[in-house]
């Protein structure tokens, strides 16, 4: 499975930003897409994960109401589109893919994009 994230940028307080996270090889394996973000000097924390049909989701406390993830089958495509945001969202986001049940904890996605930044500042 390859994973490649895009989307990140620059955006002020209150903006938006839509990631996408573009899956390829054996999809037939993944059982959950899932975004964590890292900010410097911080852990790798989970951010939202999606089931590879479609539903159910789940969000972080931190973003839920604001962020909201989703798959795109014609594509093969995980998105995350981040609205309201705030300069501590700031950090480097990566797409995970994991072929066991859903968890919160980055060490159970065997399957990692790049990463991507998002800088949120005036």
């Known amino acids: 499975v390859q994973l490649q994230a895009s989307g990140g940028g620059l955006v002020q307080p209150g903006g938006s930003l839509r990631l996408s996270c573009a899956i390829s090889g054996r999809t037939a394996s993944i059982n959950y897409m899932a975004w964590f973000r890292q900010a410097p000097g911080k852990e790798r924390e989970f951010v939202a994960a999606v089931a590879w049909r479609g539903s159910p989701r789940y969000h972080a406390d931190s973003v839920r109401g604001r962020f909201s993830i989703s798959m795109v089958h014609s594509t093969n495509t995980a998105s995350l589109q981040m609205n309201s945001l705030r300069p501590e969202d700031t950090a480097v986001y990566y797409c995970?893919?994991?072929?066991?049940?859903?968890?919160?904890?980055?060490?159970?996605?065997?399957?990692w994009g790049q990463g991507t930044l998002v800088t949120v500042s005036s």
């Open positions: 995970a893919a994991g072929d066991s049940r859903l968890s919160y904890t980055a060490a159970s996605y065997p399957y």
